[in-house]
């Protein structure tokens, strides 16, 4: 009912920029939040970024100042610019939604994208 599109990864040298995107469709009254999760080999999942409806952000201590999150105007996107990369920033990396479905009662749950493959070569 609710689906998560990501796009944009790939392979990139250290120092080297990646953007990538995250479309949201399906049965939505509103979504409230979205962000971009991250999970390297033997480690757990990770927060990279997130942004709320109203503009808010939240960024992970290791990718500040170099990942810059934003939502489209229409609310239904997310963008993630990924400067100054790192060796370490390789991972799969999952676009999150909180979504609202228009469907009643109309309780907001989460949603996962599919996942979207960065390395970094050093």
């Known amino acids: 009912q609710v689906q998560l599109v990501e796009l944009g990864g790939g392979l990139v040298q250290a120092g080297g920029s990646l953007m990538l995107s995250c479309a949201a469709s399906g049965n939505i009254f509103t979504i409230n939040a979205m962000g971009w999760y991250r999970q390297a080999p033997g480690k757990q999942r990770e927060l990279v970024a997130a942004?709320?409806?109203?503009?808010?952000?939240n960024y992970a201590d290791s990718v500040k100042g170099r990942f810059t999150i934003s939502m489209t105007n229409a609310k239904n996107a997310v963008y993630l610019q990924m400067n100054s990369l790192k060796p370490e920033d390789t991972a799969v990396y999952f676009c999150?939604?909180?979504?609202?479905?228009?469907?009643?009662?109309?309780?907001?749950?989460?949603?996962w994208g599919q996942g979207t493959q960065v390395t970094v070569s050093s």
């Open positions: 999150y939604a909180r979504v609202v479905p228009n469907i009643p009662p109309r309780y907001e749950s989460g949603y």
């Open positions: 942004v709320t409806s109203g503009g808010s952000t």
